[in-house]
């Protein structure tokens, strides 16, 4: 048994880099996983991804500067999984990566 067993996470920014890598880890420790992201193409092939290793996980394409995307995103978590344990809020930008001066 995983440490996340009966647990259901949800996943900002889970397209790329942390939050990818967050989502995989977390349904491979048994949660189930709600990820979003914008790019609905990379949530699908994470999905896959958690599904072929026996996963559980849905997505939900949308902006988590979004009012609406968030609260559609929530609302999928719940009636998909009944509950929401866990969010990780990681969606963000690398704008600017270089010293102020």
Known sequence: ???????????TGASS?????I????????????VIARRK??????I??????????VAVAGDVTSKEDVE???????DEFGKLDIVVNNAGLND????PY
């Open 17 to 21: 880099g942390m939050g990818h890598a």
């Open 23 to 34: 989502a995989k880890l977390y349904a491979k420790e048994g949660a189930s996983v709600v």
């Open 48 to 57: 896959k991804e958690i599904e072929s290793g026996n996963g559980k996980a």
């Open 96 to 99: 600017k990566m270089t010293p």
């Open 41 to 46: 193409e990379k949530l699908d092939e994470l």
């Open 1 to 11: 048994m995983g440490k996340l067993e009966n647990k259901v996470a949800l996943v």
């Open 72 to 78: 559609k995103v929530v609302k999928t978590t719940v």
